[in-house]
């Protein structure tokens, strides 16, 4: 069975650090591009930041400087580093991916969510 495990989550004060990962497990060969979203209570879901095969990453503006998203290509793992975390991140945390499978095919995936909350 295929899926996205999430951990990492958890309750910080202002201005602390988690780290968010996400393993691939499964029958499957890769992670070809991987992404983070969060959706806060009443809101919509809303990218975070992403990475490519290659490499390549982009984040919103709000978590520019402060968020990192990272892979390792070796444990089938996508991470987010969030730094200076703020009130507004407190959220429900969804990693998202594009998994090269065993059999040849290319599948999106969700992970299951973690929560994030930000408070003193």
């Known amino acids: 069975q295929v899926q996205l495990v999430e951990s990492g989550g958890g309750l910080v004060q202002p201005g602390g650090s988690l780290r968010l990962s996400c393993a691939a497990s499964?029958?499957?060969?890769?992670?070809?591009?991987g992404s983070w979203f969060r959706q806060a209570p009443g809101k919509r879901r809303e990218l975070v930041a992403a990475i490519t095969d290659g490499g390549s990453t982009n984040y919103r503006d709000s978590v520019k400087g402060r968020f990192t998203i990272s892979r390792d290509n070796a444990k089938n793992t996508v991470y987010l580093q969030m730094n200076g975390l703020k009130p507004e991140d407190t959220a429900v945390y969804y990693c998202n991916a594009d998994l090269n499978l065993r059999v040849g095919s290319r599948v999106n995936y969700w992970g299951q969510g973690t929560q994030v909350t930000v408070s003193s």
């Open positions: 499964g029958s499957i060969f890769s992670i070809y591009a």
